[in-house]
T-cell receptor, first 113, second 116 residues
């Protein structure tokens, strides 16, 4: 089955700097890669996703890149703000079929003022 | 984005009792819903896939007789934790993709279960 590895487990950056979180996946059949932000005591919130037919997607300060050959994808947050502090999860799934999401271990991002 | 709600948001129960958690899609129909469990400082682990009008499918290691799932309608799935024990204490979260085979999943706010 699919296995998703996420790094780093914790990340601390100064406000205004950029943050990058990386994930690798094992199943080449996976073709959908969402990123979720989870604040303490809340459910995950979808922040951006990418499908395997594109290599990069951007939404304001957030971007995701995908390298299908290497089977890895990354989340980039620019101009970080204190409200970006949260736990971020990557996930992988196949669009067809059961659509089960397999999550990475999570990254606790702390933005220092 | 689509909205998924859960009820209750938190519940405390005594060991041996049963607890029901509801998951509702508020502005879309969901033929499939997913139930996850999350322990403190850990990732989300899929427990089961809830299918409207048919039996749920459970992930390996999840006891189907302990975690009863009912997908009663296109907007409601319930998870019942039967004979709860302290080790069942966790954060339970549901998710649902909008109908039509869409891949995007929206998560509910979660339910914190504490078993005394």
């Amino acid at each position: 089955g699919e296995n998703v590895e996420q790094h780093p487990s914790t990340l601390s950056v100064q406000e205004g700097d950029s943050a990058v979180i990386k994930c690798t996946y094992s199943d080449s059949a996976s073709n959908y890669f969402p990123w979720y932000k989870q604040e303490l005591g809340k459910g995950p919130q979808l922040i951006i996703d990418i499908r395997s037919n594109v290599g990069e997607k951007k939404d304001q300060r957030i971007a995701v890149t995908l390298n299908k050959t290497a089977k890895h994808f990354s989340l980039h947050i620019t101009e970080t703000q204190p409200e970006d502090s949260a736990v971020y999860f990557c996930a992988a799934s196949m669009v067809q079929g059961a659509q089960k999401l397999v999550f990475g271990q999570g990254t606790r991002l702390t933005i220092n003022p | 984005g689509a909205v998924v709600s859960q009820h209750p948001s938190w519940v405390i129960c005594k060991s041996g009792t049963s607890v029901k958690i509801e998951c509702r899609s508020l502005d879309f129909q969901a033929t499939t819903m997913f139930w996850y469990r999350q322990f403190p400082k850990q990732s989300l682990m899929l427990m089961a896939t809830s299918n409207e009008g048919s039996k749920a499918t459970y992930e390996q290691g999840v006891e189907k007789d302990k975690f009863l799932i009912n997908h009663a309608s296109l907007t409601l799935s319930t998870l019942t934790v039967t004979s709860a024990h302290p080790e069942d204490s966790s954060f339970y979260i549901c998710s649902a993709p909008p109908g039509g085979g869409a891949d995007t999943q929206y998560f509910g706010p979660g339910t914190r279960l504490t078993v005394l």
